[in-house]
Every structure is written in structure tokens, then in C-alpha cells.
């Protein structure tokens, strides 16, 4: 006979399955309720919540920074359906939002202002971004698929992709990761073991160029002067890829030639989510490492003309386990997250441009974005 403990256990582990099954398989279902009937027609932001890996508790929070509301779960509430499996990112175009859904492998389309659920984009291996580069045409990166999607708002499909997967040698191990655009290039950053920049030509759809720059490059942004900065977080000890000092790269998008490496002291810091501000002349970045137990970490700050890393955060983290970071590029307001333990709802910090507390919210699990309307 079965001891009544293991019977406890079996049956606890038989209804775990059960709802982590339901969660993950059934992110199309409709769900029976009052929905909520909302118009919000002022700046706001969005927060999109990662939620955990393959229990399809991603979430979606809006937050109106004039009168310091925040409504959680916006996607769900309003539409009877769950958002899905880890909230990536958000690109917000005209009246629409695009979430995208990594693990999914879908993105959810919405009015910015209702809430209310417009289509989505299926057929996607593990996106990551999605870009406009005009109003016919978007990319969607992906980290396993060796393609990026172009995306064809008109007609609400993908037309065809970009291969960056040649099979022999320079674009073979690829995946992408974030945009920028200066003209008629994109960069895009090959993020996970890699150490690429890959150059997109938008009239062509195709890769004309790589930049070698540090290992993992996680985030990219565009100064008033038209230079592209990369931030690459090194690896990680014990990685395959193996690991050096995290970096920051400043590169000429005139002729992709790198203008300056800046190389972090500390091998274990692994710096991420660089943005900049409204007027793009100082740059904005997380210090902290993959443990999360660096000494000084916070949100450091840097002008685009300086000619060192700064030395001392600008926003100083104690205890939170600092997650995600956004600039309002309107007024250079500052949003960072806490996502705690990474199993409970997580916690928004609001600042302004002179490090002032504004005011701090909870939000949903693992919030690691914001998208300003």
C-alpha cells in the first residue's frame, strides 16, 4: 500500500500539473467574467510582467503617471484571456500596442487606450522585439530562429524573413534581439553567446555587415550624434561561450567602425537595459550582476561625452532586486523594477530626471519592461 504522505504528495504534484498544463496550453481560452470597460486617453505606461517560464502567468499593468493610478492585469481583465507564457517586450505604434509573448511564440495586438485585443502575430518560434521601420513594414526578432520576420501592418502577416544563418562562418550562430535605426540601417544585436551587431539594409531586407563588439550584447541605443552605443553584459562564469569584463561600445553608424570600448573593473558585473534620455545626451544603465549581490549596484548614469564609466550610481539599490529599467523619453522621468523573489508580484519605482523619488507601485511578476504611451 501507498503511505497516506506519498498520497498527500502525489495528489498535490497531480494538481500542480494540472494548473501549470492549464496555464501554459490555454492562453487562448476565453475566461467567463465582468470585463473591465476602461477608456485611458492620457500619457501613461506600460509594465509588461514576464511572469515564470512556462507557467503562463504573464501579465500586462498600465500605470498614469498624473494621477499615480496603476491597474494590473490589463490584458486579462479586459479581454477574458490570458496574456500567455513570459511578456518580452511591448512596441507601441499609433493607437496600438504590440506585446510580444516569448515563450508563446506569439504577439498579442491591442488598443493602447482600451485595452481592448485588435489580432496578433502567430507562427513565431521565440520573439523577442518587435520594430517599425516605416508604416508597411516591422522586424520581429527571435532567439532561437536563425530568420528575423518582416511584418506587414497593412495586411496583418508576415511576409517573408531575413535569413541570419548563412551555414558558413560569419552569420551562422546568430539570433536577434533589439532595433535601432539611424537612415536606411537597423542594428540589431545578436544577444545569447554571441558578440555580433548585425546590419540590417531596410530597402533590401538583407545583412550587409557585422560588428564585433563584447561578448552578449543586451541592449542598444542612438545618441543625438547619430553613435550607436552597446551595452554586452561579458557571459557568465561557468557559460560554454565563456565569459570577460562587461563593456560599452560606442560605434560610428557612418561606416560601423567602433570609436571606443569602455571595459567594467569588476568581471562579475553584469551591467544591462541601457537607455537613454529625452535629449539623448546621457545614458542610462543597471550595474548589478547575475547573482544580484554586487556592491554599489543601482542605476548609473553617463554623458554621451564623458570619457570614463561613472564611478558611483546615480540611483543607489540597497535590498531591491533591481530588474528592469525604462526612460520616459518625453521628460527623462526614471521607472526601475524589484522583482523580488521572482516568484511574487514585483514592485515599480518612479523617479524624476534629478533621482527624486515620485512614487513606488506594485505590479505583477517579474516586471522587466516599460513602454511609454
Same mark, same amino acid.
Given at each position: 500500500m501507498i503511505d497516506f504522505r506519498y498520497k498527500i504528495v502525489l495528489l498535490i504534484l497531480a494538481f500542480s500539473l494540472f494548473f501549470i498544463t492549464q496555464s501554459c496550453m490555454h492562453d487562448d481560452v476565453l475566461q467567463d467574467f465582468e470585463r473591465l470597460n476602461t477608456i485611458e486617453k492620457e500619457k501613461g505606461v506600460f509594465i509588461t510582467n514576464e511572469g515564470n517560464f512556462m507557467y503562463g502567468n504573464a501579465s500586462l499593468s498600465y500605470y498614469n503617471p498624473k494621477?499615480?493610478?496603476?491597474?494590473?492585469?490589463?490584458? +486579462?481583465?479586459? *479581454?477574458?484571456?490570458?496574456?500567455?507564457?513570459?511578456?518580452?517586450?511591448?512596441?507601441?505604434?499609433?493607437?496600438?500596442g504590440y506585446v510580444v509573448v516569448n515563450n508563446s511564440g506569439k504577439i498579442y495586438i491591442i488598443n493602447i487606450n482600451t485595452f481592448k485585443y485588435v489580432g496578433k502575430i502567430t507562427?513565431?518560434?521565440?520573439?523577442?522585439?518587435? +520594430?517599425?521601420?516605416?508604416?508597411?513594414?516591422? +522586424?520581429?526578432?527571435?532567439?532561437?530562429?536563425?530568420?528575423?520576420?518582416?511584418?506587414?501592418?497593412?495586411i496583418q502577416q508576415v511576409t517573408h524573413t531575413i535569413n541570419i544563418n548563412n551555414g558558413n562562418g560569419d552569420f551562422s550562430q546568430h539570433n536577434s534581439e533589439m532595433f535601432?535605426?539611424?537612415? *536606411?540601417?537597423?542594428?540589431? *544585436?545578436?544577444?545569447?553567446?554571441? *558578440?555580433k551587431i548585425l546590419v540590417i539594409n531596410t530597402v533590401s531586407d538583407e545583412i550587409t555587415d557585422s560588428i564585433n563588439v563584447g561578448k552578449q550584447p543586451n541592449s542598444t541605443i542612438i545618441d543625438k550624434n547619430n553613435v550607436l552605443w552597446v551595452l554586452s553584459d561579458g557571459g557568465f562564469s561557468g557559460s560554454s561561450y565563456g565569459q570577460e569584463k562587461a563593456s560599452l561600445t560606442k560605434i560610428n553608424t557612418q561606416n560601423n567602425s567602433i570609436i571606443e570600448t569602455f571595459i567594467f573593473d569588476d568581471i562579475n558585473v553584469s551591467p544591462s537595459h541601457l537607455c537613454i534620455n529625452s535629449t539623448k545626451d546621457t545614458i542610462y544603465f543597471i550595474y548589478n550582476s547575475w547573482s544580484g549581490t554586487t556592491a554599489n549596484k543601482g542605476i548609473y548614469r553617463m554623458n554621451i561625452n564623458d570619457s570614463q564609466l561613472p564611478q558611483q550610481a546615480f540611483?543607489?539599490?540597497?535590498?531591491?532586486?533591481?530588474?528592469?529599467?525604462?526612460?520616459?523619453?518625453?521628460?527623462?522621468?526614471? +521607472?526601475?523594477s524589484d522583482a523580488i523573489n521572482y516568484s511574487q508580484n514585483g514592485s515599480v519605482y518612479h523617479y524624476n530626471y534629478k533621482g527624486?523619488?515620485?512614487?513606488?507601485?506594485?505590479v505583477g511578476i517579474n516586471p522587466s519592461g516599460f513602454w511609454f504611451k
Open positions: 494621477t499615480k493610478t496603476i491597474i494590473n492585469d490589463v490584458f +486579462y481583465n479586459t *479581454n477574458a484571456l490570458p496574456l500567455g507564457d513570459v511578456a518580452q517586450s511591448m512596441t507601441i505604434h499609433d493607437s496600438l507562427g513565431l518560434v521565440s520573439p523577442r522585439y518587435i +520594430y517599425f521601420v516605416n508604416e508597411q513594414k516591422a +522586424y520581429i526578432s527571435d532567439l532561437y530562429s536563425k530568420t528575423i520576420s518582416v511584418y506587414d501592418p497593412t535601432v535605426q539611424t537612415g *536606411n540601417k537597423v542594428y540589431v *544585436n545578436s544577444w545569447s553567446y554571441d *558578440n540611483i543607489s539599490i540597497i535590498s531591491q532586486n533591481i530588474y528592469g529599467l525604462g526612460i520616459d523619453k518625453q521628460n527623462s522621468d526614471i +521607472y526601475f527624486e523619488a515620485i512614487d513606488t507601485f506594485k
